[in-house]
């Protein structure tokens, strides 16, 4: 799939010389800029629904109670 950027020569400049300091092609360090910057939403979006249904039923276990609990003590 091809995909298109529209970018002043200021960013492309930017972006260019950031990808030759690390080694990476543009096309790299795009997909791996936008794959990471969707798993950190995900990751967050994860973490605020952990947090809202622990807010709603705040019970913790201990390290020992999972272990049990899952047949690994």
């Not at 096309?27 to 794959?35: D, F, G, H, T, W």
């Not at 969707?38 to 039923?57: C, N, P, R, S, V």
């Amino acid at each position: 799939m091809t995909i298109s950027l529209r970018l002043n020569d200021e960013e492309a400049s930017l972006i260019r010389k950031f990808a030759e300091l690390n080694g990476l092609s543009i096309s790299e360090l795009l997909r791996q800029s936008v794959l990471e910057r969707i798993e950190e939403e995900y990751d967050l979006k994860a973490y605020e629904k952990a947090i809202a249904a622990f807010q709603e039923d705040p019970v913790t276990f201990t390290l020992d109670e999972v272990e049990r609990e899952l047949g690994l003590l």
